[in-house]
T-cell receptor, first 117, second 115 residues
Framework: AQSVTQLDSQVPVFEEAPVELRCNYS??????LFWYVQYPNQGLQLLLK??????LVKGINGFEAEFNKSQTSFHLRKPSVHISDTAEYFC???????????????FGQGTILTVHP | DADVTQTPRNRITKTGKRIMLECSQT?????MYWYRQDPGLGLRLIYY???????NKGEISDGYSVSRQAQAKFSLSLESAIPNQTALYFC??????????????FGPGTRLTVL
C-alpha cells in the first residue's frame, strides 16, 4: 500500500512569490499520485494527478508538480502565488497496490498555504 | 446546483445522541465515500460503497454506521455520539467505470460538534 507524507503543516508566503509544497510517498509498486486543494469552507477538488508518462504534471490555476522516483517525491509548485491561492493542499495516493486499491485514497496530513499581501 | 450535497452543513449535538449525516449526488457515480477531517491528520476514510449492495469499512469505522439507500444517497450515522467525533465530515463520489483511480468529487462538508 502507498502512503504519503506532507513535510510542512503550514507555509506562509507573500503574494507573487514562488511556493513549493512538499510531498513524499512510499510505495513498492506502480505509483499514482494526486494533489487536492480545499478552499476555505469548501470541499476538496482535484488540482492535478500523476498516472504515468511525463514526470512534470500541470494542473489548474497555474500549479504544477514533478514526480521524482529517485527521491520518492511529488512536490507541488507555483512560480507566483495569489491571495486566492490561500487554501489547504493535500497530497494523496491509492490505498492499495495497483488495481486492487478499489478506488480508495490515502491522504497526507495537509499543508495550509497562506498568501499574504 | 452542486453535484454532491451534504446535509446538514453544521450540527451541534450532545454526547449520547444519535446523529445522521446525509449525502446526495447527481453525478450518476456508483462509488461513494465518507471521510472525516481533523486538523493535522488529513482525511481518513470511514466507510465506502461501490454500489448499493456493497459497503465496506474504512480505516476508522468504529462508532459509525452507514446506509446506501440508493445509488445517489449515502448516509453516515453516529449511533451514540462522543466528543472525539467532533470533526469535519466529507462525502465523496467517483465513477467506478473504467480506471480505478478515477477522480473523487467532494461535497462541501458537515461540521459536527459533540458536546
Amino acid at each position: 500500500a502507498q502512503s504519503v507524507t506532507q513535510l510542512d503543516s503550514q507555509v506562509p508566503v507573500f503574494e507573487e512569490a514562488p511556493v513549493e509544497l512538499r510531498c513524499n510517498y512510499s510505495s513498492s509498486v506502480s505509483v499514482y499520485l494526486f494533489w487536492y486543494v480545499q478552499y476555505p469552507n469548501q470541499g476538496l477538488q482535484l488540482l492535478l494527478k500523476y498516472l504515468s508518462g511525463s514526470t512534470l504534471v500541470k494542473g489548474i490555476n497555474g500549479f504544477e508538480a514533478e514526480f521524482n522516483k529517485s527521491q520518492t517525491s511529488f512536490h507541488l509548485r507555483k512560480p507566483s502565488v495569489h491571495i486566492s491561492d490561500t487554501a489547504e493542499y493535500f497530497c494523496a495516493a491509492p490505498s492499495g497496490a495497483g488495481g486492487t486499491s478499489y478506488g480508495k485514497l490515502t491522504f497526507g496530513q495537509g499543508t495550509i498555504l497562506t498568501v499574504h499581501p | 446546483d452542486a453535484d454532491v450535497t451534504q446535509t446538514p452543513r453544521n450540527r451541534i449535538t450532545k454526547t449520547g445522541k444519535r446523529i445522521m449525516l446525509e449525502c446526495s449526488q447527481t453525478k450518476g457515480h456508483d462509488r461513494m465515500y465518507w471521510y472525516r477531517q481533523d486538523p493535522g491528520l488529513g482525511l481518513r476514510l470511514i466507510y465506502y460503497s461501490f454500489d448499493v449492495k456493497d459497503i465496506n469499512k474504512g480505516e476508522i469505522s468504529d462508532g459509525y454506521s452507514v446506509s446506501r439507500q440508493a445509488q445517489a444517497k449515502f448516509s453516515l450515522s453516529l449511533e451514540s455520539a462522543i466528543p472525539n467525533q467532533t470533526a469535519l465530515y466529507f462525502c465523496a463520489t467517483s465513477d467506478g467505470k473504467g480506471a480505478w483511480y478515477n477522480e473523487q468529487f467532494f461535497g462541501p462538508g458537515t461540521r459536527l460538534t459533540v458536546l
